[in-house]
């Protein structure tokens, strides 16, 4: 979803808040922002389709608190568990909600 089309939507429905989530994965220095539309997480993205990634949480929190969103679902991924047998992959997130 564009960031320019985000804005629209909450201005034309403010009580309706879609569910963001902000999601940091193992071994990355970034976060990347997805919204909820239509029971999907679509990531975040400007003008020209290009994925808008934050350095810090502040920074999402800055661009979601211009817009009207005063709370966010932030998501660490970790797919390498160290304690899973023989290496395998494992789906281990942690969900928390960031109310700012």
Not at 44 to 70: M, P, R
Request: glycine share 4%; aromatic share 8%.
């Amino acid at each position: 979803m564009k960031l320019a089309q985000l804005k629209p939507w909450l201005k034309s429905v403010p009580k309706k808040i879609p569910l963001c989530v902000l999601s940091c994965y193992a071994g990355n220095s970034h976060y990347l922002m997805e919204v909820e539309y239509k029971h999907q997480l679509q990531p975040l993205t400007d003008s020209n389709n290009n994925l808008i990634y934050f350095k810090t949480i502040e920074q999402a929190q800055n661009v979601l608190k211009k817009i009207g969103i005063n709370h966010l679902t932030l998501r660490l991924i970790d797919p390498y568990d160290e304690f899973s047998d023989n290496g395998l992959l494992c789906d281990c997130d942690q969900d928390m909600v960031l109310a700012f």
